[in-house]
Nanobody, 120 residues
Framework: EVRLVESGGGSVQPGGSLRLSCAAS???????MGWFRQAPGKEREEVAT???????NYADSVKGRFTISKDNAKNTLYLQMNNLKPEDTAMYYC???????????????WGQGTQVLVSS
């Protein structure tokens, strides 16, 4: 089983930036990884995904502002978030799928989340 631990959340003003990290440990295998977020009273939404080969996909709401990446040597997933907006406020989670292809969307391992607050 893989263990995922997020970090890097915090409070930032609109237009600011944050970089989230997700450190993986345990039984690490090549798999689709993703960032998700959930705001109070809202459904969880997929923010970005990345395959073991580096293919990425983004929600329309974050395209051009967020970048997902990974450092295989460090077993760490990142989410660079630029030009943050108040509507980006949410708990952010990283997750690992049981498949390598992200289109399968079977995310079974989840971190505990890191809070992002965008407010002036």
């Amino acid at each position: 089983e893989v263990r995922l631990v997020e970090s890097g959340g915090g409070s930032v003003q609109p237009g600011g930036s944050l970089r989230l990290s997700c450190a993986a440990s345990g039984h690490i295998v090549p798999a689709c990884m993703g960032w998700f977020r959930q705001a109070p009273g809202k459904e969880r939404e997929e923010v970005a995904t990345i395959t073991p080969g580096g293919d990425t996909n983004y929600a329309d709401s974050v395209k051009g502002r967020f970048t997902i990446s990974k450092d295989n040597a460090k077993n760490t997933l990142y989410l660079q978030m630029n030009n943050l907006k108040p509507e980006d406020t949410a708990m952010y989670y990283c997750a690992q799928s049981i498949f390598q292809l992200c289109r399968e969307r079977r995310f079974t391992s989840w971190g505990q989340g890191t809070q992002v607050l965008v407010s002036s």
